[in-house]
């Protein structure tokens, strides 16, 4: 009797069993529940002991992965004068010097030798053999056969506008129009003077073969193409409608050739627009500002029967911008992915990496307060990336110098002969480096930093070669950093 109360224990006990690992595994076949929050993990591996700084808006996670595209890579940067356009070529710059982009390039340093209407073989440097050209960032108005020509048809047009009267106050600080036109010193007010009888004064400068005018009549859509002859024919119709025909049949053509133009006052949504359409990482628009300057003409207020002189002399340029300031919000609108929230992290990130950067080449330090490097965390709009020093010397890197290396690059390529300096009084470090260059003129162009960094990237010098000349030049470098890096990231909730 007993032994068979047991069997019935033991064959209780083993269904009981049974049941348990089942219903076990029933849970372990169903899906996990996630919470809203998303942690977001950076590409590189990171230390408990590494300060995170939370910088943006709330519900910036928003729990979704960046989104997936293609990278596109050639773009051609059509440079309106004064309208921030350096400052865009210096990003274009970087870009397409880390991705080792073919560059069109003018001969002689001379950025400006294609202005106005010599874009052709005889001015710019030739093209690598089975290479195509992949950017444009110097002076050229825009010619659409020409254009064409040189880049591929998968090319991305790219233009920057500014309000016409902001506009019209940096050029004529920056070209010293007062002086070209004869206008007493005396008078605060020149700028209003001009602005009288602006068909009196222009035609006194400009009208060259390299300025064919004087930048204050349509200026930005003369750069654009717009034909001078009725840029000059504008002022003597009498006819409103045959003015607006005329100015809306261009802004069609420039919307049909550029997909994206650019506005200067919003800069940094303009960059984040960019970005977007491009598929680029946030790290290729980070920047620094490039030729912005002080002037006593941006206080003076333009108003009344002048500012409607300015705006009936620069008839087009306004009807450019009023279009595409309107059509610049459409696309924000249209773009979705928290667009502000990105434009509000975008620049809190520039900001501290111009901090970072100031520690580590202006004032030659191994880490700024942030640590030996800034890193970014993967976002709901890209992947993360890490700002060091050797972003930062190409972030600070000028146009010149940009400009020397595209060279470099580019002679090397075609295979032209050493141009480099035969100085006798070189150190050794100065003499290596020269012993590469073509174009380079050391201490003049770049620093040595930059150069020494441009050699050892190109494989001209070895890695070891590399540390010792940075030791020999730069001593300082050699101390270690106590600080761990510091982590950005948005702020989740």
Same mark, same amino acid.
């Given at each position: 009797?007993?032994?068979?109360?047991?069997?019935?224990?033991?064959?209780?006990?083993?269904?009981?069993?049974?049941?348990?690992?089942?219903?076990?595994?029933?849970?372990?076949?169903?899906?996990?529940?996630?919470?809203?929050?998303?942690?977001?993990?950076?590409?590189?591996?990171?230390?408990?002991?590494?300060?995170?700084?939370?910088?943006?808006?709330?519900?910036?996670?928003?729990?979704?992965?960046?989104?997936?595209?293609?990278?596109?890579?050639?773009?051609?940067?059509?440079?309106?004068?004064?309208?921030?356009?350096?400052?865009?070529?210096?990003?274009?710059?970087?870009?397409?010097?880390?991705?080792?982009?073919?560059?069109?390039?003018?001969?002689?340093?001379?950025?400006?030798?294609?202005?106005?209407?010599?874009?052709?073989?005889?001015?710019?440097?030739?093209?690598?053999?089975?290479?195509?050209?992949?950017?444009?960032?110097?002076?050229?108005?825009?010619?659409?056969?020409?254009?064409?020509?040189?880049?591929?048809?998968?090319?991305?047009?790219?233009?920057?506008?500014?309000?016409?009267?902001?506009?019209?106050?940096?050029?004529?600080?920056?070209?010293?129009?007062?002086?070209?036109?004869?206008?007493?010193?005396?008078?605060?007010?020149?700028?209003?003077?001009?602005?009288?009888?602006?068909?009196?004064?222009?035609?006194?400068?400009?009208?060259?073969?390299?300025?064919?005018?004087?930048?204050?009549?349509?200026?930005?859509?003369?750069?654009?193409?717009?034909?001078?002859?009725? $840029?000059?024919?504008? &002022?003597?119709? /009498?006819?409103?409608?045959?003015?607006?025909?005329?100015?809306?049949? *261009?802004? +069609? @053509?420039?919307?049909?050739?550029?997909?994206?133009?650019?506005?200067?006052?919003?800069?940094?949504?303009?960059?984040?627009?960019?970005?977007?359409?491009?598929?680029?990482?946030?790290?290729?628009?980070?920047?620094?500002?490039?030729?912005?300057?002080?002037?006593?003409?941006?206080?003076?207020?333009?108003?009344?029967?002048?500012?409607?002189?300015?705006?009936?002399?620069?008839?087009?340029?306004?009807?450019?911008?009023?279009?595409?300031? $309107?059509?610049?919000? &459409?696309?924000? /609108?249209?773009?979705?992915?928290?667009?502000?929230?990105?434009?509000? *992290?975008? +620049? @809190?990130?520039?900001?501290?990496?111009?901090?970072?950067?100031?520690?580590?080449?202006?004032?030659?330090?191994?880490?700024?307060?942030?640590?030996?490097?800034?890193?970014?965390?993967?976002?709901?709009?890209?992947?993360?990336?890490?700002?060091?020093?050797?972003?930062?010397?190409?972030?600070?890197?000028?146009?010149?110098?940009?400009?020397?290396?595209?060279?470099?690059?580019?002679?090397?390529?075609?295979?032209?002969?050493?141009?480099?300096?035969?100085?006798?009084?070189?150190?050794?470090?100065?003499?290596?480096?020269?012993?590469?260059?073509?174009?380079?003129?050391?201490?003049?162009?770049?620093?040595?930093?930059?150069?020494?960094?441009?050699?050892?990237?190109?494989?001209?010098?070895?890695?070891?070669?590399?540390?010792?000349?940075?030791?020999?030049?730069?001593?300082?470098?050699?101390?270690?950093?106590?600080?761990?890096?510091?982590?950005?990231?948005?702020?989740?909730?």
């Amino acid at each position: 009797m007993a032994r068979k109360r047991d069997l019935k224990f033991f064959s209780c006990l083993m269904f009981f069993m049974v049941m348990c690992i089942s219903l076990y595994l029933i849970i372990l076949s169903q899906p996990k529940k996630h919470g809203h929050k998303k942690r977001y993990i950076h590409k590189r591996s990171r230390s408990e002991s590494q300060p995170i700084v939370s910088l943006s808006h709330n519900n910036v996670s928003g729990g979704k992965p960046y989104p997936r595209c293609t990278e596109k890579k050639r773009i051609a940067l059509l440079k309106n004068h004064k309208v921030g356009g350096d400052t865009v070529k210096n990003i274009l710059n970087r870009y397409g010097y880390n991705r080792n982009l073919t560059f069109l390039i003018p001969r002689n340093f001379a950025p400006s030798l294609a202005y106005p209407y010599n874009l052709n073989p005889n001015t710019v440097i030739g093209r690598p053999p089975n290479k195509t050209y992949d950017i444009w960032v110097h002076h050229a108005v825009f010619e659409r056969n020409v254009f064409k020509e040189y880049f591929p048809e998968d090319t991305f047009f790219l233009t920057i506008l500014r309000n016409p009267l902001s506009h019209f106050k940096s050029v004529w600080n920056h070209y010293q129009l007062r002086k070209k036109f004869g206008i007493p010193s005396t008078k605060i007010d020149s700028i209003l003077m001009f602005l009288q009888e602006p068909a009196i004064y222009d035609p006194v400068c400009g009208h060259g073969s390299h300025e064919p005018l004087c930048f204050t009549q349509n200026s930005m859509a003369a750069d654009l193409g717009f034909p001078l002859k009725d $840029n000059q024919k504008l &002022q003597s119709l /009498k006819s409103g409608k045959t003015k607006k025909s005329i100015a809306e049949s *261009f802004v +069609r @053509q420039i919307e049909e050739d550029f997909p994206f133009v650019m506005i200067m006052e919003y800069f940094d949504e303009s960059l984040v627009l960019l970005r977007r359409m491009m598929c680029w990482s946030m790290k290729h628009i980070l920047y620094y500002s490039v030729n912005s300057k002080r002037y006593s003409y941006k206080h003076v207020e333009i108003k009344g029967k002048d500012k409607e002189r300015h705006a009936e002399w620069n008839y087009v340029d306004y009807a450019l911008y009023d279009h595409f300031n $309107n059509t610049f919000w &459409q696309k924000v /609108k249209e773009t979705g992915n928290s667009f502000w929230e990105e434009v509000e *992290f975008f +620049r @809190q990130v520039n900001q501290k990496m111009r901090d970072h950067c100031a520690a580590l080449i202006q004032k030659s330090q191994t880490c700024s307060k942030y640590g030996p490097t800034l890193e970014v965390s993967d976002t709901r709009w890209g992947p993360g990336f890490t700002i060091d020093r050797e972003f930062c010397l190409l972030a600070r890197r000028g146009l010149r110098c940009h400009f020397t290396l595209q060279a470099e690059r580019l002679t090397k390529a075609l295979g032209i002969r050493n141009r480099g300096l035969h100085q006798t009084t070189l150190n050794v470090v100065e003499k290596e480096l020269n012993r590469h260059c073509n174009y380079c003129k050391l201490k003049i162009r770049c620093n040595k930093e930059d150069y020494l960094a441009h050699f050892y990237r190109e494989g001209y010098i070895s890695a070891q070669q590399y540390e010792e000349f940075k030791t020999v030049t730069f001593p300082e470098l050699s101390r270690s950093c106590s600080l761990p890096p510091t982590v950005l990231r948005p702020e989740l909730h």
